[in-house]
């Protein structure tokens, strides 16, 4: 009779890493060490959706007849920095992150994840062609951080603290690992969860005006992804921190939140030009205090005392997550690629 050999497994191929940034590639799914990652895969398939789903038919209508010039620079803005930053990001997760997070479980949700910022980027995109008819128009958006300053800033922000750890192959240290925790911080808590969150709300200041629902309808797609995308990243930190307590100390704290004060000048900065001409019910010091409560939002889910201490003055956006818990597995089943079934929690803060 003949007999199935073990499988001989080496340090760094498959065997189960003892942290979660360990050296390596573990190929091992069963028995599963970390079955929250696959939980979250799963749960990003049910959301899944496409671009031919939006109609921006009514928001053509609403650019050429109901906005105002300001309004529109406002709009024109926000979609060149849609253009690239997605993109951005989509590095991040192949450059520096899917090697360093050592679990065949993660991973799966990292490659859900950059399928849906592929998504993302093809929203942009296709927002680009129907609102900016212009091709010189529209190349210069594409090279926005190359010639708008505010949009710029921003991807400098996004480069210093990604590149920090783009040069290490292996995180052999207890000073790359900080570097990494930075990264992935600065990632969740500053680009996806401040940036993007920031652009959300003019999205929804124009809806609750009753403009843009093509754009609207996409962003809530987007805005469900992102905050799936966070409650990853953070769960990522979670266990880092029970796995190596050690790298999680008051002077980390400290460049966590000079990193969001960084990111909150920045996030001003790109509102001083996206309002420059003037917008009725918006103003940079509202959009400076919206900031500031979401940026004490993500220091709070890491466990750090507000720093910011603002109050939300954007009514528009307390309805949203509302509107999103109430109304995602309430949609009918043909607006989605993948029947929806269970269900996926939002505890985020806006």
């Known amino acids: ?90 590095n991040n997760l192949v450059l520096n992150l899917y090697k360093h997070i050592n679990s065949p479980e993660a991973r799966l949700y990292l490659s859900r994840q950059l399928y849906e910022e592929a998504v993302h980027v093809q929203f942009y995109l296709t927002l680009l062609d129907n609102y900016v008819p212009d091709q010189k128009e529209r190349e210069e958006a594409f090279s926005a951080v190359e010639n708008i300053p505010s949009i710029q800033k921003k991807a400098e922000f996004c480069m210093k603290w990604m590149d920090s750890i783009q040069a290490l192959d292996t995180l052999e240290t207890r000073d790359h690992r900080r570097q990494f925790l930075l990264n992935l911080i600065c990632f969740a808590s500053s680009i996806e969860g401040l940036f993007f969150f920031a652009a959300f709300a003019y999205v929804y200041f124009f809806r609750s005006k009753g403009l843009l629902h093509g754009l609207a309808s996409g962003t809530n797609w987007v805005f469900r992804d992102e905050s799936c995308h966070l409650e990853f990243a953070f769960e990522v930190v979670n266990t880092v921190r029970q796995q190596e307590p050690d790298l999680w100390d008051a002077d980390l704290e400290r460049q966590i939140i000079e990193m969001l004060e960084e990111a909150v000048d920045c996030e001003a900065q790109f509102a001083d030009d996206l309002l420059s001409g003037g917008v009725a019910g918006l103003s940079v010091r509202d959009m400076r205090a919206y900031l500031g409560y979401v940026a004490d939002s993500r220091l709070q889910r890491l466990g750090i005392a507000p720093h910011f201490k603002t109050k939300n003055p954007f009514s528009f956006m307390e309805l949203q997550d509302v509107q999103e818990l109430t109304n995602f597995f309430e949609r009918r089943v043909s607006a989605y690629q993948t029947a929806v079934e269970g269900e996926v929690g939002f505890g985020e803060d806006f």
């Open 1 to 90: 009779m003949s007999t199935i050999a073990t499988p001989v497994t080496t340090a760094n191929s498959v065997a189960a890493p003892i942290s979660i940034l360990d050296p390596g590639m573990c190929l091992t799914l069963r028995p599963m060490k970390y079955p929250v990652y696959y939980d979250m895969f799963r749960d990003g398939i049910k959301n899944t959706w496409t671009v031919e789903e939006v109609d921006f038919s009514t928001d053509l209508v609403d650019l050429r007849s109901k906005m105002s010039p300001a309004e529109i620079h406002t709009i024109k803005r926000l979609v060149a920095f849609f253009a690239t930053g997605d993109s951005i990001v989509s």
